[in-house]
């Protein structure tokens, strides 16, 4: 079935489509103790007409770009009888330039910084072999034989979003969201290549997490449903028996994952997706291509079920993801998880006429919330506090219910992920649910949200508890921070009042246009407008 998964992905290759974005002003980047990071970008009027060894400038394209840079280089009047050796650092916003490279201590490999030394022979046209996400581009002339002259700088700028299909809100919508959906499209935009990439400056993958949220946004944006059905196809194509479907997968130079990095999360939302997919296509003939790996990923988070019925952790890899808040315990959300995918599978079988098996899939879902209630929610408290982790019982690496955790006296951990996934998974609702979501955000002690992902999580569970106005002013104080800030697309990482807070260890790494920040337009086009 690999082969056919791949032949499928292929035939959905999406056309691309190509802009070119002139540079449009000379900025210098400054400290500033108003900007989240530290950092601006102030006008420094036009770019140098000639230049010489030592100089240095920051050119600023007015916009977040995902494409190829081409410059000229010319002679000032004498021949050029050496080569020009240039260094160029581009920067999605202006504290990537702020901060010195060799300063990075983070824990991914220093070669995601985007610079690059360049040696040019020739004088002329000149377009750069590599792909960049940047708004700024500095140019350091570390080496010049005599005066020369570089401009015309521009970007061609890729995507396979039609953003002539982009309706704009309707007038009169409030200002605030008119400028949190614009930032949100344009982030979706730059992260839509030849699959919904999770941050064009780093990775370029296709995860199976921001998948989900992409493509959701994507049917409410630019409607490429092409793409969705191409990275659905990707994934399938690396199934396996025993083992979920990897996190990630690489494209290029050829269709490739990694093993060991099976989320269990992330698979059920692969199934959710495959879901969303058909409510907003109705395209059963897909869905009856995929549904094989749905089944085994649902048999398979059936099937490692533990004793009490509660979702286990693979050993060995990722414990699940849920956020990247530090020191989270999984357990609980990963349960939600599954039975969020559970839930979303059903209609599946029922469109397919697997009446069977959709009953099966019924039974395990109420099964499921039950097992959740009776080991994993705290009476006393109102909500779910973790204490279902490894390493935590008498017997070391056992598994410990409530009520047995309580009896030695062990507080657990409170979390505003496990909260919301349990009320996604259907095992709280209503008023008690409102109020557990509400309680562990005022909760001082509580893990909170770290990415925009985990918020979106969380204000899809305000929503289905009908906390419209929750929900909205969310949206408002989480991505309209970003905008606040000058965000052109919205980050990877943010905690308001928290610059240095980083999954990697140093926030020179991260992504400031990523994939799974782009949801405030699915839920501001879907809800609120």
Same mark, same amino acid.
């Given at each position: 079935?690999?082969?056919?998964?791949?032949?499928?992905?292929?035939?959905?290759?999406?056309?691309?489509?190509?802009?070119?974005?002139?540079?449009?002003?000379?900025?210098?980047?400054?400290?500033?103790?108003?900007?989240?990071?530290?950092?601006?970008?102030?006008?420094?009027?036009?770019?140098?007409?000639?230049?010489?060894?030592?100089?240095?400038?920051?050119?600023?394209?007015?916009?977040?770009?995902?494409?190829?840079?081409?410059?000229?280089?010319?002679?000032?009047?004498?021949?050029?009888?050496?080569?020009?050796?240039?260094?160029?650092?581009?920067?999605?916003?202006?504290?990537?330039?702020?901060?010195?490279?060799?300063?990075?201590?983070?824990?991914?490999?220093?070669?995601?910084?985007?610079?690059?030394?360049?040696?040019?022979?020739?004088?002329?046209?000149?377009?750069?072999?590599?792909?960049?996400?940047?708004?700024?581009?500095?140019?350091?002339?570390?080496?010049?034989?005599?005066?020369?002259?570089?401009?015309?700088?521009?970007?061609?700028?890729?995507?396979?979003? +039609?953003?002539?299909?982009?309706?704009? #809100? $309707? *007038? =009169?919508?409030? /200002?605030?969201?008119?400028?949190?959906?614009?930032?949100?499209?344009?982030?979706?935009?730059?992260?839509?290549?030849?699959?919904?990439?999770?941050?064009?400056?780093?990775?370029?993958?296709?995860?199976?997490?921001?998948?989900?949220?992409?493509?959701?946004?994507?049917?409410?944006?630019?409607?490429?449903?092409?793409?969705?059905?191409?990275?659905?196809?990707?994934?399938?194509?690396?199934?396996?028996?025993?083992?979920?479907?990897?996190?990630?997968?690489?494209?290029?130079?050829?269709?490739?994952?990694?093993?060991?990095?099976?989320?269990?999360?992330?698979?059920?939302?692969?199934?959710?997706?495959?879901?969303?997919?058909?409510?907003?296509?109705?395209?059963?003939?897909?869905?009856?291509?995929?549904?094989?790996?749905?089944?085994?990923?649902?048999?398979?988070?059936?099937?490692?079920? +533990?004793?009490?019925?509660?979702?286990? #952790? $693979? *050993? =060995?890899?990722? /414990?699940?993801?849920?956020?990247?808040?530090?020191?989270?315990?999984?357990?609980?959300?990963?349960?939600?998880?599954?039975?969020?995918?559970?839930?979303?599978?059903?209609?599946?079988?029922?469109?397919?006429?697997?009446?069977?098996?959709?009953?099966?899939?019924?039974?395990?879902?109420?099964?499921?919330?039950?097992?959740?209630?009776?080991?994993?929610?705290?009476?006393?408290?109102?909500?779910?506090?973790?204490?279902?982790?490894?390493?935590?019982?008498?017997?070391?690496?056992?598994?410990?219910?409530?009520?047995?955790?309580?009896?030695?006296?062990?507080?657990?951990?409170?979390?505003?992920?496990?909260?919301?996934?349990?009320?996604?998974?259907?095992?709280?609702?209503?008023?008690?649910?409102?109020?557990?979501?509400?309680?562990?955000?005022?909760?001082?002690?509580?893990?909170?949200?770290?990415?925009?992902?985990?918020?979106?999580?969380?204000?899809?569970?305000?929503?289905?508890?009908?906390?419209?106005?929750?929900?909205?002013?969310?949206?408002?104080?989480?991505?309209?921070?970003?905008?606040?800030?000058?965000?052109?697309?919205?980050?990877?990482?943010?905690?308001?009042?928290?610059?240095?807070?980083?999954?990697?260890?140093?926030?020179?790494?991260?992504?400031?246009?990523?994939?799974?920040?782009?949801?405030?337009?699915?839920?501001?086009?879907?809800?609120?407008?």
């Amino acid at each position: 079935m690999k082969d056919f998964y791949l032949k499928r992905a292929e035939e959905n290759l999406p056309p691309m489509y190509y802009e070119t974005v002139a540079s449009e002003r000379n900025v210098r980047i400054v400290s500033d103790e108003a900007s989240f990071l530290g950092f601006s970008a102030l006008p420094d009027g036009k770019i140098p007409a000639v230049v010489k060894t030592g100089d240095r400038f920051v050119v600023d394209f007015g916009r977040h770009c995902v494409g190829r840079v081409s410059f000229t280089m010319w002679d000032n009047g004498r021949y050029i009888d050496a080569p020009v050796r240039l260094r160029m650092r581009f920067a999605e916003v202006p504290y990537e330039l702020g901060r010195d490279h060799a300063s990075y201590h983070g824990g991914l490999c220093s070669s995601w910084l985007m610079e690059d030394i360049f040696n040019f022979d020739r004088i002329g046209r000149i377009e750069l072999p590599r792909r960049y996400s940047f708004r700024y581009l500095e140019v350091t002339v570390l080496a010049t034989p005599r005066p020369t002259r570089l401009y015309d700088f521009s970007v061609v700028c890729e995507t396979s979003a +039609d953003v002539s299909k982009l309706v704009p #809100l $309707p *007038e =009169g919508t409030d /200002p605030e969201l008119v400028a949190i959906d614009r930032v949100a499209a344009d982030t979706l935009r730059d992260c839509m290549q030849s699959a919904y990439e999770d941050g064009p400056k780093r990775d370029r993958r296709l995860w199976s997490g921001d998948l989900r949220l992409q493509a959701l946004t994507d049917h409410v944006l630019f409607g490429n449903d092409m793409l969705a059905r191409r990275c659905l196809y990707l994934f399938a194509a690396a199934v396996r028996e025993g083992k979920y479907l990897p996190g990630c997968i690489y494209q290029y130079p050829a269709f490739s994952f990694d093993n060991g990095m099976e989320i269990p999360d992330y698979s059920m939302l692969w199934c959710t997706a495959v879901n969303d997919y058909f409510e907003k296509t109705g395209d059963l003939e897909t869905v009856r291509e995929l549904f094989p790996v749905v089944k085994n990923e649902i048999g398979l988070a059936i099937d490692t079920l +533990d004793e009490n019925g509660i979702a286990t #952790l $693979p *050993e =060995g890899g990722w /414990p699940g993801f849920i956020d990247w808040a530090p020191g989270l315990e999984h357990v609980t959300a990963v349960h939600g998880a599954y039975l969020y995918g559970l839930e979303h599978v059903i209609p599946l079988a029922r469109a397919l006429g697997e009446d069977a098996l959709a009953e099966k899939w019924e039974k395990a879902l109420k099964d499921g919330r039950a097992a959740a209630m009776e080991q994993l929610f705290d009476a006393e408290s109102g909500a779910f506090i973790n204490t279902y982790e490894k390493g935590t019982a008498a017997v070391e690496g056992a598994f410990v219910p409530q009520a047995a955790k309580r009896a030695t006296g062990s507080k657990g951990q409170f979390s505003v992920q496990s909260q919301v996934w349990m009320v996604l998974g259907g095992v709280l609702g209503g008023e008690a649910g409102a109020c557990a979501i509400k309680k562990a955000l005022a909760d001082p002690d509580s893990v909170k949200p770290v990415t925009p992902y985990m918020h979106h999580y969380l204000v899809e569970a305000m929503l289905k508890l009908d906390m419209r106005k929750e929900a909205l002013s969310h949206i408002k104080s989480y991505w309209g921070a970003m905008v606040r800030y000058g965000a052109d697309t919205f980050w990877e990482v943010f905690v308001d009042g928290e610059p240095e807070k980083s999954a990697y260890n140093d926030p020179l790494m991260h992504s400031f246009c990523h994939a799974w920040s782009c949801s405030p337009s699915y839920f501001i086009r879907k809800y609120f407008v």
